[in-house]
């Protein structure tokens, strides 16, 4: 699924998705990579097979639908579906797919005992511990407990697990409490006789904290190069990833401006003096928002920065490019990435954006999708 009928192309970097796969392997051990969202927009097919060759043996997607679709893609390994059944369709899904459901409530425990045929089905708990989001609660402990045992026939715990709300900040005061919530509920599921694997750390846990890695790590944005600490005193730890996504579209005009005249809609900016514009094939209907107008966003051309000029149109933007040199119609602009020192990091575009490099991922990958792959 992409944007129909426009210039803009994501360029997915494959190697730069196993570069990163095999740094996290190296630092967490047992990662299991996130590959929910249509894989963060990098496209859920040729990431999980990059991943699959690499060694991955399972994978995190968001929906049970996205876990039928994996498995149809091909994947042979274990898929833990985050976001947990909710109607008919889901289940569904989760049975064809043999995937692992997060579960939430209880409704859903007695809905995949009433499913379950003559093996019990493998279910991960998840646990709320501070996140505010889903999750059972230190006060479900015992009745858990409770249904699991009275369904040993029909579910077999196989994972718990929590979600970190600032593992990408240097204050670790609420993760450590977030820890000891997480710790204390799987040392009462295993008093109470049952053998699971944990898992808490996200990307920035994994790469922050050693004791976070518990059994098994999540890691979504740093499978993509995206640096979960930037801006902190913790940016250090993300420095060998690789941004595995560039995003280009391409100049259709390029004209002077004199001093006093203006481009785009509301005449937001006017040239201080004569400059040279360029005008980019690409706007907020190809997911380059708007919020980008006046703000000193800058794409890549010719590896050199060129300065985002008034407002971002529907299909268009206008950009600076009076120390550019010569740049012909066709000449592609760097939305996000680029090469030489032009290179639009994910996080700057970001910041202009006023979001984070998750957002960014996301949305520019809507785009139609072109992959390269440097080899092993
Ligand atoms: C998205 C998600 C992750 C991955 O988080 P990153 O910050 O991208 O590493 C891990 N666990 C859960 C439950 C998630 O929803």
């Known amino acids: 699924m992409s944007i129909p009928h426009n210039k803009v192309r994501a360029r997915i970097d494959l190697d730069s998705i196993r570069h990163n796969y095999l740094f996290l392997r190296q630092h967490g051990g047992n990662p299991y990579p996130v590959i929910k969202a249509d894989a963060y927009g990098h496209g859920l097919e040729r990431v999980a097979?990059?991943?699959?060759?690499?060694?991955?043996?399972?994978?995190?997607?968001?929906?049970?639908?996205?876990?039928?679709?994996?498995?149809?893609?091909?994947?042979?390994?274990?898929?833990?579906?985050?976001?947990?059944?909710?109607?008919?369709?889901?289940?569904?899904?989760?049975?064809?797919?043999?995937?692992?459901?997060?579960?939430?409530?209880?409704?859903?425990?007695?809905?995949?005992?009433?499913?379950?045929g003559s093996k019990p089905l493998p279910v991960a708990l998840k646990f709320d511990t501070g996140m505010g989001r889903l999750g059972f609660g230190q006060k479900d402990l015992i009745k858990l407990a409770g249904v699991l045992a009275d369904n040993r026939s029909r579910l077999d715990l196989a994972m718990a697990v929590s979600h970190l709300a600032t593992a990408d900040d240097p204050d670790q005061a609420f993760l450590e409490q977030q820890m000891t919530r997480f710790a204390d509920?799987?040392?009462?599921?295993?008093?109470?006789?049952?053998?699971?694997?944990?898992?808490?750390?996200?990307?920035?846990?994994?790469?922050?904290?050693?004791?976070?890695?518990?059994?098994?790590?999540?890691?979504?944005?740093?499978?993509?190069?995206?640096?979960?600490?930037?801006?902190?005193?913790?940016?250090?730890?993300?420095?060998?990833?690789?941004?595995?996504?560039?995003?280009?579209?391409?100049?259709?005009?390029?004209?002077?401006?004199?001093?006093?005249?203006?481009?785009?809609?509301?005449r937001t900016f006017t040239a201080p003096t004569s400059m040279r514009v360029a005008i980019v094939a690409a706007g907020y209907?190809?997911?380059?928002?708007?919020?980008?107008?006046?703000?000193?966003?800058?794409?890549?051309?010719?590896?050199?920065?060129?300065?985002?000029?008034?407002r971002v149109c529907m299909q268009l933007t206008v950009v600076d490019a009076t120390r550019i040199g010569e740049v012909v119609p066709g000449e592609r602009a760097w939305l996000l990435g680029g090469e030489g020192e032009g290179f639009v990091p994910a996080n700057e575009l970001a910041g202009w954006w006023g979001t984070n490099s998750y957002e960014v991922f996301c949305v520019l990958g809507l785009n139609r999708r072109e992959y390269t792959d440097a080899g092993v």
């Open 49 to 116: 097979a990059t991943l699959a060759e690499s060694g991955a043996k399972a994978a995190c997607v968001g929906s049970p639908a996205e876990a039928l679709a994996l498995r149809e893609s091909g994947w042979e390994g274990r898929i833990v579906a985050l976001l947990g059944p909710l109607d008919a369709e889901d289940y569904g899904c989760l049975a064809e797919a043999s995937a692992v459901a997060m579960i939430h409530r209880f409704d859903q425990l007695a809905a995949l005992a009433e499913r379950a």
């Open 185 to 266: 509920a799987c040392a009462e599921l295993r008093r109470a006789g049952f053998v699971f694997e944990a898992s808490l750390g996200n990307s920035a846990g994994l790469l922050a904290r050693s004791d976070t890695r518990l059994d098994i790590q999540r890691p979504g944005i740093a499978l993509y190069g995206g640096n979960p600490f930037h801006g902190t005193s913790l940016e250090e730890l993300g420095s060998g990833l690789r941004q595995a996504m560039h995003v280009s579209a391409p100049v259709l005009q390029v004209h002077d401006l004199a001093k006093g005249e203006s481009v785009s809609y509301g």
């Open 285 to 310: 209907a190809d997911a380059y928002s708007r919020v980008l107008s006046g703000r000193g966003a800058e794409v890549c051309l010719k590896g050199s920065r060129a300065r985002v000029l008034g």
